[in-house]
Protein backbone atom coordinates (compact mmCIF):
# COMPACT_ATOMS: atom_id res chain seq x y z
CA UNK A 1 0.00 0.00 0.00
CA UNK A 2 1.59 3.33 -0.59
CA UNK A 3 1.65 6.45 1.39
CA UNK A 4 -1.09 8.36 -0.22
CA UNK A 5 -3.44 5.13 -0.05
CA UNK A 6 -2.40 5.27 3.62
CA UNK A 7 -2.55 8.55 4.08
CA UNK A 8 -6.29 8.62 2.14
CA UNK A 9 -7.66 4.98 4.62
CA UNK A 10 -6.29 7.01 7.67
CA UNK A 11 -8.60 10.17 7.05
CA UNK A 12 -12.11 7.90 6.42
CA UNK A 13 -10.93 6.47 9.38
CA UNK A 14 -10.84 9.63 11.36
CA UNK A 15 -13.68 11.46 9.63
CA UNK A 16 -16.07 8.39 10.02
CA UNK A 17 -14.70 8.11 14.18
CA UNK A 18 -16.05 11.61 14.67
CA UNK A 19 -18.93 11.57 12.67
CA UNK A 20 -20.24 8.57 15.07
CA UNK A 21 -19.24 10.59 18.49
CA UNK A 22 -21.52 13.39 17.53
CA UNK A 23 -25.58 13.23 17.73
CA UNK A 24 -28.44 15.08 15.97
CA UNK A 25 -28.18 17.42 18.85
CA UNK A 26 -25.07 18.54 19.12
CA UNK A 27 -25.20 19.67 15.05
CA UNK A 28 -28.79 21.29 15.36
CA UNK A 29 -31.04 18.45 13.54
CA UNK A 30 -33.96 16.97 14.85
CA UNK A 31 -33.68 13.52 16.67
CA UNK A 32 -34.77 10.44 14.52
CA UNK A 33 -39.01 10.11 14.09
CA UNK A 34 -38.49 6.24 15.19
CA UNK A 35 -36.58 5.60 18.08
CA UNK A 36 -33.37 4.92 18.47
CA UNK A 37 -30.87 5.14 15.60
CA UNK A 38 -29.32 2.38 13.87
CA UNK A 39 -26.05 3.42 13.83
CA UNK A 40 -24.15 5.52 16.34
CA UNK A 41 -23.73 9.28 15.64
CA UNK A 42 -24.58 11.46 12.55
CA UNK A 43 -25.53 9.81 9.77
CA UNK A 44 -23.15 9.90 6.20
CA UNK A 45 -26.04 11.91 4.50
CA UNK A 46 -26.07 14.29 7.87
CA UNK A 47 -22.61 15.55 7.84
CA UNK A 48 -22.95 16.49 4.06
CA UNK A 49 -26.15 18.07 4.34
CA UNK A 50 -24.05 20.25 6.74
CA UNK A 51 -20.79 20.53 4.49
CA UNK A 52 -22.66 21.57 1.77
CA UNK A 53 -21.76 18.61 -0.61
CA UNK A 54 -23.04 15.43 -2.21
CA UNK A 55 -23.58 12.22 0.17
CA UNK A 56 -22.15 10.19 -2.62
CA UNK A 57 -18.70 12.91 -2.20
CA UNK A 58 -18.42 12.51 1.33
CA UNK A 59 -18.90 8.76 1.32
CA UNK A 60 -16.18 8.18 -1.02
CA UNK A 61 -13.72 10.35 1.25
CA UNK A 62 -14.63 8.71 4.07
CA UNK A 63 -14.18 4.80 1.91
CA UNK A 64 -10.70 6.62 1.02
CA UNK A 65 -11.56 6.80 -2.49
CA UNK A 66 -8.23 8.53 -4.54
CA UNK A 67 -10.41 11.71 -5.22
CA UNK A 68 -9.26 15.23 -4.42
CA UNK A 69 -10.67 17.16 -1.85
CA UNK A 70 -10.16 21.19 -1.46
CA UNK A 71 -8.95 23.38 1.62
CA UNK A 72 -13.00 24.92 1.45
CA UNK A 73 -14.14 21.19 1.69
CA UNK A 74 -12.15 20.22 4.93
CA UNK A 75 -12.62 23.84 6.40
CA UNK A 76 -16.60 22.46 6.34
CA UNK A 77 -16.07 19.11 7.17
CA UNK A 78 -13.91 20.09 10.35
CA UNK A 79 -16.63 22.52 11.28
CA UNK A 80 -19.10 20.18 10.79
CA UNK A 81 -17.40 17.35 12.83
CA UNK A 82 -16.40 20.01 15.75
CA UNK A 83 -12.97 19.24 15.83
CA UNK A 84 -10.17 20.86 17.97
CA UNK A 85 -7.51 22.99 16.91
CA UNK A 86 -5.38 20.03 17.26
CA UNK A 87 -7.68 17.18 15.42
CA UNK A 88 -8.17 20.16 12.74
CA UNK A 89 -4.79 20.42 12.54
CA UNK A 90 -3.98 16.55 12.15
CA UNK A 91 -7.16 16.85 9.34
CA UNK A 92 -5.16 19.01 7.21
CA UNK A 93 -1.90 17.29 7.77
CA UNK A 94 -3.01 13.77 6.38
CA UNK A 95 -4.34 15.83 3.30
CA UNK A 96 -1.25 17.78 3.02
CA UNK A 97 -3.53 20.86 2.12
CA UNK A 98 -3.40 24.06 3.68
CA UNK A 99 -5.69 25.24 6.37
CA UNK A 100 -7.27 28.34 4.79
CA UNK A 101 -8.07 29.85 8.50
CA UNK A 102 -5.00 28.69 9.67
CA UNK A 103 -3.82 31.94 11.83
CA UNK A 104 -1.28 33.94 10.13
CA UNK A 105 1.51 35.29 11.88
CA UNK A 106 -0.11 39.60 12.91
CA UNK A 107 -2.89 36.70 14.08
CA UNK A 108 -0.58 34.66 16.47
CA UNK A 109 2.15 37.86 17.37
CA UNK A 110 0.38 39.19 20.32
CA UNK A 111 0.20 35.36 21.72
CA UNK A 112 3.75 33.65 21.44
CA UNK A 113 5.52 37.55 21.94
CA UNK A 114 3.08 37.83 25.52
CA UNK A 115 4.22 34.12 26.12
CA UNK A 116 7.28 33.04 25.01
CA UNK A 117 8.99 36.00 25.92
CA UNK A 118 9.19 35.10 29.77
CA UNK A 119 10.69 31.78 28.42
CA UNK A 120 13.31 33.37 26.75
CA UNK A 121 14.16 35.44 29.69
CA UNK A 122 14.58 32.44 31.92
CA UNK A 123 17.15 31.10 29.74
CA UNK A 124 20.47 32.23 30.40
CA UNK A 125 21.35 30.89 27.03
CA UNK A 126 21.23 32.65 23.95
CA UNK A 127 17.27 32.23 22.58
CA UNK A 128 15.31 33.73 20.59
CA UNK A 129 11.90 33.12 18.10
CA UNK A 130 11.32 33.07 14.52
CA UNK A 131 7.75 32.87 12.65
CA UNK A 132 7.07 31.22 9.64
CA UNK A 133 9.40 33.03 7.44
CA UNK A 134 12.14 33.34 9.68
CA UNK A 135 11.68 36.76 10.84
CA UNK A 136 12.65 37.04 14.41
CA UNK A 137 9.95 38.18 16.73
CA UNK A 138 10.95 38.16 20.05
CA UNK A 139 15.09 37.35 21.66
CA UNK A 140 16.48 37.40 25.51
CA UNK A 141 19.53 39.57 26.37
CA UNK A 142 21.83 36.97 25.26
CA UNK A 143 20.60 36.96 21.87
CA UNK A 144 20.82 40.55 21.60
CA UNK A 145 24.10 40.43 22.53
CA UNK A 146 25.41 37.63 20.30
CA UNK A 147 23.55 39.03 17.46
CA UNK A 148 23.42 42.56 17.84
CA UNK A 149 23.95 43.33 14.59
CA UNK A 150 20.73 41.66 13.21
CA UNK A 151 18.64 42.24 15.96
CA UNK A 152 19.59 46.06 16.12
CA UNK A 153 19.35 46.13 12.58
CA UNK A 154 15.96 46.47 9.63
CA UNK A 155 16.14 43.44 8.12
CA UNK A 156 14.02 40.71 10.70
CA UNK A 157 14.08 37.74 8.56
CA UNK A 158 17.39 35.64 9.02
CA UNK A 159 17.91 34.73 5.77
CA UNK A 160 18.25 38.28 4.91
CA UNK A 161 20.60 38.65 7.53
CA UNK A 162 22.92 36.03 6.23
CA UNK A 163 22.69 36.96 2.54
CA UNK A 164 22.10 40.46 3.01
CA UNK A 165 24.34 41.55 5.94
CA UNK A 166 28.07 41.86 5.55
CA UNK A 167 28.04 41.49 9.58
CA UNK A 168 26.92 38.01 8.92
CA UNK A 169 29.64 36.56 7.23
CA UNK A 170 31.84 38.30 9.89
CA UNK A 171 30.48 36.84 12.55
CA UNK A 172 29.49 33.36 10.81
CA UNK A 173 33.19 31.89 10.20
CA UNK A 174 31.92 28.68 8.22
CA UNK A 175 29.44 31.10 5.98
CA UNK A 176 29.60 29.06 3.23
CA UNK A 177 28.43 25.97 4.32
CA UNK A 178 25.45 27.84 6.76
CA UNK A 179 24.45 29.92 4.18
CA UNK A 180 23.69 26.52 1.44
CA UNK A 181 22.19 24.51 4.68
CA UNK A 182 19.68 27.58 6.05
CA UNK A 183 18.23 27.69 2.18
CA UNK A 184 17.87 24.11 2.18
CA UNK A 185 16.37 24.10 5.25
CA UNK A 186 14.31 27.06 4.72
CA UNK A 187 12.76 25.27 1.60
CA UNK A 188 11.93 22.34 3.52
CA UNK A 189 10.50 24.26 6.52
CA UNK A 190 7.84 26.14 3.65
CA UNK A 191 7.33 23.45 1.05
CA UNK A 192 4.07 23.06 2.15
CA UNK A 193 3.10 27.04 1.97
CA UNK A 194 5.19 27.58 -1.37
CA UNK A 195 2.33 29.35 -3.05
CA UNK A 196 1.46 31.54 0.27
CA UNK A 197 2.03 35.61 -1.64
CA UNK A 198 4.27 36.23 1.20
CA UNK A 199 6.96 33.57 0.76
CA UNK A 200 7.13 34.60 -3.12
CA UNK A 201 7.35 37.88 -2.10
CA UNK A 202 10.40 36.96 0.43
CA UNK A 203 11.81 34.97 -2.08
CA UNK A 204 11.95 37.05 -5.04
CA UNK A 205 13.14 39.75 -2.70
CA UNK A 206 16.10 38.24 -1.80
CA UNK A 207 16.93 36.43 -5.18
CA UNK A 208 16.84 40.30 -6.84
CA UNK A 209 18.93 41.21 -4.03
CA UNK A 210 21.51 38.94 -3.66
CA UNK A 211 23.02 36.63 -6.40
CA UNK A 212 24.24 33.38 -4.10
CA UNK A 213 20.54 33.35 -2.67
CA UNK A 214 18.88 32.95 -5.88
CA UNK A 215 21.92 30.59 -6.94
CA UNK A 216 21.77 28.21 -3.43
CA UNK A 217 17.49 28.55 -4.33
CA UNK A 218 17.74 27.40 -7.43
CA UNK A 219 19.46 24.59 -6.27
CA UNK A 220 16.97 22.77 -4.87
CA UNK A 221 18.40 20.97 -2.33
CA UNK A 222 16.12 19.97 0.72
CA UNK A 223 17.78 19.01 4.58
CA UNK A 224 15.72 18.70 7.77
CA UNK A 225 16.26 21.65 10.29
CA UNK A 226 18.39 19.88 12.56
CA UNK A 227 20.49 20.73 16.02
CA UNK A 228 24.05 20.72 15.79
CA UNK A 229 27.40 22.62 16.51
CA UNK A 230 27.14 26.79 16.01
CA UNK A 231 30.30 28.76 15.89
CA UNK A 232 30.04 32.58 15.94
CA UNK A 233 33.26 35.17 15.55
CA UNK A 234 31.69 38.06 18.48
CA UNK A 235 32.98 41.28 17.43
CA UNK A 236 33.64 41.68 21.18
CA UNK A 237 34.25 38.09 23.27
CA UNK A 238 35.81 36.19 20.26
CA UNK A 239 34.83 32.73 18.71
CA UNK A 240 31.81 31.03 20.92
CA UNK A 241 30.84 27.62 19.63
CA UNK A 242 27.37 26.72 20.83
CA UNK A 243 25.04 23.53 20.28
CA UNK A 244 21.76 24.39 18.44
CA UNK A 245 18.67 23.22 19.77
CA UNK A 246 15.20 24.35 17.93
CA UNK A 247 11.39 23.71 19.21
CA UNK A 248 8.31 23.86 18.28
CA UNK A 249 6.10 25.72 20.66
CA UNK A 250 2.89 23.98 21.13
CA UNK A 251 -0.23 26.04 20.20
CA UNK A 252 1.79 28.58 17.82
CA UNK A 253 2.29 26.72 14.86
CA UNK A 254 4.71 28.40 11.99
CA UNK A 255 7.17 29.09 15.10
CA UNK A 256 10.50 27.99 16.36
CA UNK A 257 11.89 28.54 19.39
CA UNK A 258 16.13 28.33 19.00
CA UNK A 259 18.23 27.80 22.01
CA UNK A 260 21.94 28.53 21.58
CA UNK A 261 23.66 25.96 24.65
CA UNK A 262 26.79 27.05 25.74
CA UNK A 263 29.48 24.06 24.46
CA UNK A 264 31.82 24.62 27.49
CA UNK A 265 28.21 23.50 29.63
CA UNK A 266 26.99 20.36 28.27
Same mark, same amino acid.
Given at each position: ?6 ? !??L????LR??R ?9 L ?8 R ?5 R???A ?16 ? =??S ?8 ? %???L ?5 ? &? ?5 L ?7 A ?6 ? %? ?5 L???? =? ?9 D ?15 F ?29 HR?? !???A?F??D?? &?? &? ?5 ? %? ?15 W??? %???? !????E???D????GL !???E????A ?6 H????L ?6
Open positions: MSSRDDH !RRLGAFRHERLTAADVGAPARHGRRTPGLREEVQICGMSPTWYAWIEQGR =DIVSPAALARM %ADAHLTLAE &RAYLFETEKRDPALTDEQTD %AGPIAVQQAL =DASSAPAYLLRLWAIRAWNAPAADLAEWIDGHEPCLLGFVFLSPAARRLIPDWDAR !RIVERATG &RS &RDDPALQ %ALVARLSEASAAFAALADQ %AVLA !REGGRSFHPDH !RHYQVTLPAGFPGKLVMVDKGAI
